[in-house]
Structure formats: structure tokens, C-alpha cells
């Protein structure tokens, strides 16, 4: 044969081999979408390499380098496995991210006590998240708001942990009907951002149970959310990303987790610790350190089993599968990072949320709403005008919308107010409040005065005090406002005795000029929409239904965390600050009530422009699986307009069962129209009357007397009942909860 016809043929047989896998598409019999997402998740890892199965666990790319994403885990193609990209969205899809929604802060959600409306924004908080090239949103924030100076006390849902958890559970639900991962944070007892990397939060066991991971439970349990993110902080000494108590003991065991953990950025300080403890990914700002090669050679050395990098890699991909990554790939790039997702119906929900969520707390002389024609409206402040709304429409941070680039947007509170006030005929004026002179010349001659104010509270950073003086902060630190705002809104409300304030705040604020005003509104951080929301519910086009997810203390020396053992945190012998929670199970209202303090505003509040009435308790038993027992009462809207009522239920446990004095236990949002009533039917189960027992290492119900408590706040529960548990003699009792009931019930709790 001659040389030349040799190299032909090998030439020829090179491209065959060459070319075979281009032209012919993977075998992966696991892509099958009719085999179970567990079983499709064993098969594939069973045919990876120990290299493939470590190239899943951690960042591949700094931060942002990927389409503006803020983490990234590629592919791998041959074996059919889809990149994971990873973004940050509690207030829309966020990081460097553009063209997408700004919505109001997870803390204005909350304030809606509407699930149902919480879920219509995560579905499209991950419609626009997969049509941007995203498959993973790192939301909801769902930790207790435990400090209100926490500088991210706006990314989250409330102070109370059954309020919180079913929020989560709703947005998480929505998340997931796309093909997108929601991951709940931060896990677990990350209540500050001071000394956010290093501090250790010092927390018994019932508290932990009761308080902090109960929002977690609910969003693994009811939400079936794919993903938790571990926090930066310590947890009893013990890094919470390689913390083995809260994350294979409580959250895998007990909470039946089969998602995967992934680490804050940066909150991974260990290969062998974390891997053991629970960790399942490792994200940073730059590319994985600790479970890339690192991770490799434990492994192969012993010091972690393979049947744990197994079980690591089984978890991710096991969640692709069943929220559908695998099957319905995010939108190609770099298309995706360029495409406008922005529906009218987003924008419009975002406006539906922050006239849902602007809690109503004052309306002295019914003020508002701004009725008839001809008004002159004076509109002041620092958040009013377009500049102020674009400081106060979300808080900073990761979660802001985008963190960098353009600003979406913005309605700026006088832009609505403008544009509303034409269709009455009404005449707006303008001052910024930076002359306080003007502002009140401008108040002065008006018939009312609008004055916006604000605080910019971070990620990064707690506020310094909770006056409108701080909060104007950046990752690194809080600066004074520029404008004196308390000093102005005492200013205008002594021009013009018909003031009104709104307030765009990460939480509460104090307010020493609160009884010169006559109206008074929690707007939060908005979103986009924030002018026309604002505007809607001034002139009455929307009737305010808001209650508080968080007490409003009359006075910064009034909250639980008094002590600097507590909040801050002093350090120990070894330089490591320490954050004990010694206030133990009393957070938010919970301690106000049991130490009979007043509140300025109590949790669950807000006033509407119509009136309610709450009538007829009853109480009848159920079996035990789930319910215990079942409230019924009636609502009715005994005022002249449309509006809604949160109706909530709290129980009052028995002395015996050292609790705090009383605990939201359900709740439900009720639209009315004038005149009408309906009848709210709430379960009551093992959960609702049930503590966590140390000595037993689970859930416990006393015998005793449960009184049942229904109202419309945590400090006006007019209706009561009770409820006999154990063979608990009780004055005035219909209903009585045996021991049997008790054990079914358990059972159905333990399932």
C-alpha cells in the first residue's frame, strides 16, 4: 500500500472518530421524563466520574461574569446536564441584571398578609428569572426580623415565624411553577449585618425550634423549596455553613430536606468540616476553593465519604429534575442577558403589591382619603420627587434592582400624585425640603401637605439608631440624611395642621412628631411603581388593607435586644464576637406583651377607609388529622366602601408550657364589599397548640387550658374561646382535645 493511500485512510478514519461525537447526540437515559426525578437523579450519578460529580459544586466564574449572573455552574454536555445559574431576586431578578421589574421589598409583600398574592410574585419573579437565562433565584429572605436596626430587615417577611413561613411557602410555590430553583435564606439565626462574617448568635435549642427554623420547616415541608442558603454568621460557635446541628440534624433529618444547601457568597471556611456538617455547594465572588481540588483529595484520602459527595451531587441534580431544569432548559445566552422581560401584567402586579402592602397607620379626622376637587395639595420631601424616589424605591444591596447599570422606571411619588390629581382638578406644588422655609410657605397655602421621608437601609451595614436622621447607607456605612426630616415634617405639620407623612423605611422608625400629623402611611421600598401605587391609595382609587409584619416601638430603649451581650455582641477571649439571645422566645410582640410594654404601632396593624366588625366565635372539634379543632366567626364590613380585613387568630397557651403570652396562628385576608359579611372557617393543629420539648427532642402538647384569640392586631383580640387538651378541666370550654386526638394528631405531624 502506498504511503500515500495509508495516511488517506487514517486520515479518513480520524474524522470518523472526530466527528462521531458532534454528530451524535449523547446517551442519557435518565433524560427519560417518565421515570421519577430521584430515580433520574441516581442513574446519572451513578455513571459520573468523581471529576464530573465535583465540577457541580461550586462557582466556576467570579461574580457578575457570567451574563451579569451572580454565580454559575456549568454544564456538562455529555452528559446531558444543563448550566445552574444562580441570581439574587427578593425584589425582582437582580445583580447586574437589566430590563427586568423592580417590585417592592419582600417586607411590603409581607405587610399584604395575601399568599395568594405572594405567589403571583414569585411565578413571575421566575418567569422573568428562566426568560433571562436563570434557573436558580436565590429568594425568598425569610429570617426573623429579630433587630430592627438589621440593615436587612427588608429583604425579609416578618418578626413572627408562622407569618414568615407562610409567605415563603407561597412565594416558593410560585418560584417553582417554572422551571427555576427558589432557594430560601439566610440559614439560620442571621438577624444582623453587623459583624455579619464573624459573629456567632448564641441560641437555645427551644428557642431555635420555635422562633428561627420554623419558617424553614414550612418552606421544605409545604413548600417543597429546592434550595437553602446558609448564612455568614456562627451558630453557637459553630459556622452555620458547616454547622452539622442545623443542617443535617434539623433540616435534612427532621425537616425531610432532599434539596440541596448551597453556602452565602463567601461563607464557606472549610473542605472536610462543611462537606460532613451538610454544605452540598460552595459559592464565593470568585471561583470555589474548597470544594473544587480540595474537595477531591478528601475524598479520595477518606476524610469524606464517597457516599457523601454522592449524596451532594444527588441532591442537586435530583432538584434540577423535579422542577424541570433538566427538561426545559433557562433561555440561551447572550440573547437572554439582552431581552426585555418586563410584562405590562409585572408592572402592573408590582403596583398591586405596594398598594397592598402600605400599611394605613393614622387617619385622624378622616383625613384621607383626598376627596372632591379643586385641592391644593402641597407635596414635600426628599422622597417625593424623582431623585428620592430613586433612593427609596428598593433597599440596597444584592437584592437592590439592578445593583448596577440603569435604573429601571421609576413613578416617582409627585410624578402620581401629579398626574392624579388632574382628574380632580387639584393644583400640586412642589419643595424638595431642603429649605425647611419653602417647604412650609408651600405647606402653608396648600389645603393638605404630602411629605415624603425616608431611610436607605443595606445589606452590609445595620443602622445606627432607629431615627429618620440614619439610614442612608451603602455596603459599608450609614450616613445622616441630608435633610433634617423630622425636623421638617414638624415644620410643615405646624404650617398646615393637615399633614400627612409616608414613610419609605426598611422597618420601623421612631416618630416624635407623630401627633402633630393627621395621616400617616408605611409605604416601604415600593418598587418602580411607587407613585401611581402611592397616589391610588391617597385619593381612595384603592382602599388600604396593609397590616404590620413587625412592631413599631415607641422607643429604641423598648426592644428586646437592650443589652450589648445581646445586640451587638461582645467578644470572647479569642476575638470572636458573640450575639446571645437571651431574650430567648420573646421576639417582636412576643416580648412587648409579656412585658406589658405599649408599642407605638403593635403587630398585625393598619387601619382601612371603611370599618369592620368581627363577630361569633365558635370553636368545634376536629379529629386529629390534621385539625385539632376549627374557628369560625364572622367578618363584616360595616363602612360605606370596598375594602379588605386581615382576620388573625392567636393562641394563648397554659402556663404549664412556658410560652410567650400569646402566638399568631392563622390568619386570613377577607374582601368586602359594603354591607356584607362572610364566615372565616381557621384549623387549628398538633402545631398550632404544640412546644418544642428539649427533653424529648420533639414537638409537645400540655394539658391545660388554650385560649383562642381573634381580632384585627395583636393588641385587639375582642373574640375568645377555649379550648380543654388532656383532660384539662377549663371554665367555658366547647371543645376538649383528648390524648388520642393528641396522638393521631402527632402521627399526622410526624409524617
Known amino acids: 500500500m502506498r504511503h500515500g493511500t495509508l495516511a488517506l485512510l487514517v486520515g479518513l478514519l480520524l474524522a470518523v472518530v472526530v466527528a462521531a461525537p458532534a454528530s451524535a447526540a449523547p446517551s442519557c437515559p435518565w433524560m427519560n421524563p417518565k421515570l421519577s426525578a430521584n430515580r433520574r437523579a441516581h442513574e446519572l450519578v451513578a455513571a459520573m466520574t468523581i471529576d464530573e460529580k465535583i465540577a457541580m459544586l461550586s462557582q466556576a466564574q467570579p461574580v457578575d461574569a457570567h451574563y451579569g449572573a451572580a454565580g454559575f455552574v456549568p454544564g456538562q454536555a455529555s452528559l446531558c446536564i444543563p448550566d445552574l445559574v444562580l441570581n439574587d431576586a427578593g425584589q425582582g431578578v437582580g445583580d447586574a441584571q437589566t430590563n427586568t421589574t423592580a417590585f417592592p421589598a419582600s417586607i411590603a409583600q409581607s405587610s399584604s398578609w395575601d399568599p395568594s398574592l405572594q405567589w403571583r410574585f414569585g411565578a413571575a419573579l421566575g418567569w422573568q428569572a428562566w426568560h433571562k437565562g436563570i434557573n436558580v433565584q436565590l429568594a425568598p429572605g425569610i429570617e426573623i426580623d429579630r433587630v430592627p436596626l438589621n440593615g436587612r430587615n427588608f429583604e425579609y417577611l416578618s418578626e413572627d415565624p408562622y407569618l414568615a413561613g407562610r409567605g415563603a411557602v407561597a412565594e416558593v410555590r410560585g418560584i417553582q411553577s417554572n422551571p427555576v430553583i427558589a432557594t430560601v435564606k439566610h440559614y439560620v439565626a442571621n438577624s444582623q449585618e453587623t459583624n455579619r462574617m464573624t459573629v456567632s448568635s448564641d441560641v437555645d435549642q427551644r428557642t431555635l425550634e420555635e422562633i428561627y427554623t420554623a419558617p424553614y420547616e414550612a418552606a421544605v415541608r409545604q413548600g417543597h423549596a429546592g434550595s437553602v442558603m446558609c448564612s455568614y454568621n456562627r451558630i453557637n460557635g459553630t459556622y452555620a455553613c458547616e454547622n452539622r446541628d442545623t443542617l443535617t440534624k434539623i433540616l435534612k433529618r427532621q425537616f425531610g430536606f432532599t434539596g440541596f444547601v448551597m453556602s452565602d457568597w463567601g461563607a464557606t471556611h472549610s473542605t472536610v468540616a462543611s462537606a460532613n456538617a451538610g454544605l452540598d455547594m460552595e459559592m464565593d465572588l470568585r471561583p470555589g476553593q474548597y470544594f473544587t481540588a480540595p474537595l477531591k483529595t478528601a475524598v479520595q484520602d477518606g476524610q469524606v465519604p464517597m457516599s457523601r459527595l454522592d449524596d451532594m451531587v444527588t441532591r442537586i441534580v435530583r432538584t434540577m429534575f423535579s422542577v424541570g431544569i433538566f427538561d426545559h432548559p433557562a433561555a440561551a445566552e447572550p440573547a437572554a442577558a439582552a431581552a426585555d422581560v418586563q410584562r405590562p401584567q409585572d408592572t402592573s402586579l408590582a403596583q398591586a403589591i405596594s398598594e397592598a402592602g402600605t400599611v394605613l397607620l393614622k387617619n385622624q379626622a378622616d383625613t384621607l382619603p383626598l376627596t372632591g376637587s379643586g385641592k391644593r395639595i402641597a407635596v414635600i420631601g426628599p422622597g417625593a420627587g424623582p431623585a428620592g424616589a430613586e433612593q427609596f424605591y428598593n433597599g440596597a444591596g444584592s437584592g437592590h434592582i439592578p445593583e448596577f447599570g440603569d435604573k429601571p422606571d421609576i413613578v416617582s411619588p409627585l410624578q402620581g400624585i401629579t398626574q392624579r390629581a388632574l382628574a380632580d382638578g387639584d393644583v400640586v406644588t412642589y419643595a424638595d425640603g431642603t429649605v425647611p422655609a419653602a417647604a412650609a410657605l408651600a405647606a402653608k397655602t396648600a389645603d393638605v401637605a404630602v411629605v415624603f421621608v425616608g431611610s436607605q437601609d443595606s445589606e452590609g451595614v445595620d443602622r445606627s439608631t432607629l431615627d429618620l436622621s440614619s439610614g442612608n447607607c451603602s455596603f459599608v456605612a450609614c450616613s445622616p440624611q441630608p435633610v433634617d426630616q ?41 418598587g418602580q411603581q411607587d407613585g401611581d401605587a402611592i397616589a391610588a391609595l391617597l385619593f381612595g382609587d384603592v382602599d388600604p388593607s396593609a397590616k404590620l409584619p413587625e412592631t413599631f416601638p415607641a422607643s429604641q430603649s423598648d426592644l428586646p435586644t437592650r443589652m450589648p451581650q445581646q445586640y451587638p455582641g461582645v467578644n470572647d477571649a479569642a476575638g470572636v464576637p458573640h450575639a446571645s439571645y437571651s431574650e430567648g422566645m420573646l421576639v417582636g410582640y412576643r416580648w412587648y406583651d409579656a412585658k406589658h410594654i405599649a408599642p407605638l404601632f403593635p403587630f398585625g396593624f393598619g387601619l382601612s377607609y371603611t370599618t369592620f366588625a368581627l363577630r361569633n366565635l365558635q370553636l368545634v372539634a376536629g379529629r386529629g388529622r390534621p385539625a385539632l379543632a376549627r374557628a369560625t366567626f364572622a367578618v363584616a364590613n360595616t363602612g360605606p366602601r370596598l375594602g379588605a380585613e386581615v382576620a388573625q387568630l392567636y393562641v394563648a397557651d397554659p402556663r404549664s408550657a412556658r410560652e410567650p403570652p400569646k402566638q399568631l396562628k392563622g390568619f386570613q385576608k377577607v374582601p368586602l364589599r359594603p354591607g356584607a359579611r362572610t364566615t372565616v372557617k381557621l384549623s387549628l393543629d398538633f402545631r398550632s397548640l404544640a412546644h418544642w420539648s428539649d427533653a424529648a427532642h420533639r414537638w409537645k402538647v400540655s394539658s391545660g387550658c388554650y385560649r383562642v384569640l381573634v381580632g384585627d392586631s395583636s393588641r385587639h383580640l375582642p373574640l375568645s374561646a377555649t379550648i380543654a387538651v388532656g383532660g384539662a378541666r377549663c371554665k367555658g370550654a366547647k371543645v376538649r382535645v383528648t390524648k388520642a386526638m393528641l396522638r393521631r394528631a402527632a402521627r399526622g405531624e410526624s409524617t
Open 486 to 526: 423630622d425636623g421638617l415634617i414638624s415644620q410643615v405639620a405646624a404650617a398646615n395642621p393637615h399633614t400627612i407623612v409616608v414613610l419609605n423605611t426598611g422597618g420601623p422608625v421612631l416618630m416624635p412628631w407623630r401627633h402633630q400629623v393627621q395621616g400617616l402611611l408605611e409605604a416601604w421600598y415600593p
